[in-house]
């Protein structure tokens, strides 16, 4: 079993659980469609204690996740590439769209709602269609305004995106770029979204002598 598809763990957020004080953990993960990965997913997050999982090439089985605990609320996108996984019973979520290659939840936190986004393009598949899927998201979103005390308002568009792209890009690892990275990063800077990804991060693939850094998550 290659351990190394468990590195991809990333935290964007540090956000207050609607009633609590504990903050909202998300675990973002590749399973590589591995039997014996997505069994260990229940141990990893036993440890982890993620409130969310952002799954990405989940192993499935009679079209369902085999290793998954019951209690857990699973989405998944049509072609079951992409999904959300809520361990956490303290969360209700809505399902906002399940699309091709991507699936969409809204959370309702004390202020605003927060929309998570799992996604994934194979790297045989054009990179345009997963980002126009997860585009149409986007623009649907409604937008909130906040006023802290002694502070103008600002403009809340609360969104957290954890996708399996494989694009290269420098700003997130690669020494190189290639035409789908900069598609990608297209669409970054026009949604004025953030990557969370640090150049200088370990590689989130590795396979005998390949590494790459295809997983990226965005937030806004």
């Keep these: 079993m290659d351990n190394s598809i468990f590195e991809n763990t990333q935290f964007p957020y540090n956000i207050a659980i609607e009633s609590s004080n504990e903050p909202l953990k998300i675990l973002q993960i590749n ?20 409130n969310v999982i952002l799954v990405q ?15 857990w609320k699973t989405f998944s996108s049509s072609n079951q590439k992409a999904a959300i996984l809520i361990p956490s019973s303290k969360l209700k979520p809505a399902l906002l769209a ?46 909130f305004w906040h006023q802290a005390i002694g502070l103008a ?10 996708a399996d792209l494989n694009g290269h890009n420098t700003l997130w690892g690669y020494r190189s770029n290639d ?5 990608i990063l297209e669409f970054i800077l026009a949604n004025n979204l953030n990557i969370i990804n640090k150049p200088d991060a370990l590689p989130t693939f590795q396979r005998n002598n390949s590494v790459g850094w295809p997983y990226l998550t965005l937030c806004s």
């Design 153 to 162: 308002p600002i403009m809340i568009f609360s969104i957290i995106i954890g």
């Design 98 to 143: 399940t699309k091709v290659n991507m699936v969409a939840l809204k959370i309702q936190m004390s202020s605003f709602p927060i929309t998570i986004i799992s996604a994934y393009s194979s790297p045989a598949q054009n990179v345009h269609t997963t980002l126009q899927e997860i585009q149409e998201i986007i623009s649907s979103l409604p937008i």
């Design 57 to 71: 090439e989940q192993y499935i089985n009679n079209n369902v996740i085999p290793g998954i605990p019951q209690t």
């Design 179 to 183: 035409n789908r990275g900069k598609d």
């Design 31 to 50: 399973l590589a469609r591995a039997k014996a990965a997505t069994n260990q997913l229940q141990e990893t997050a036993s440890t982890i204690k993620p």
